[in-house]
């Protein structure tokens, strides 16, 4: 999987780097079939936000969420993404 990560007013360090690299690797166990992950780290005012649009077999999954700490923000896109791909594993299962 390719992880293409961009910030938009954050300096981007190698610890918020490989802190999402390894986060991503919890969503390939679900899914083997992603193709690449585009992660957008944004700072506006006191809000951290952490956006992320990752390509699939089959679709494509977006998610993003806000929170004070930019780890936290990535923690709960994570979290969203985890879901969003379960759910369309299922589905691809299902019909099949």
Do not use: P, W
């Not at 390939?28 to 699939?56: C, G, M, P, W, Y």
Request: net charge negative.
């Amino acid at each position: 999987m390719q992880i293409n990560i961009t910030g938009h007013h954050v300096e981007l360090t190698g610890a918020l780097d490989e802190y999402v690299r390894t986060k991503f690797d919890r969503l390939e166990r679900h899914f083997d079939n992603i193709t690449n992950a585009q992660v957008t780290l944004s700072v506006e005012k006191q809000r951290q936000t952490a956006e992320a649009n990752i390509h699939l077999a089959g679709g494509e999954v977006f998610a993003a969420h806000q929170h004070d700490d930019m780890y936290a923000a990535i923690d709960g896109m994570v979290d969203k993404l985890d879901r969003q791909i379960i759910k369309h594993k299922e589905k691809i299962k299902s019909h099949k």
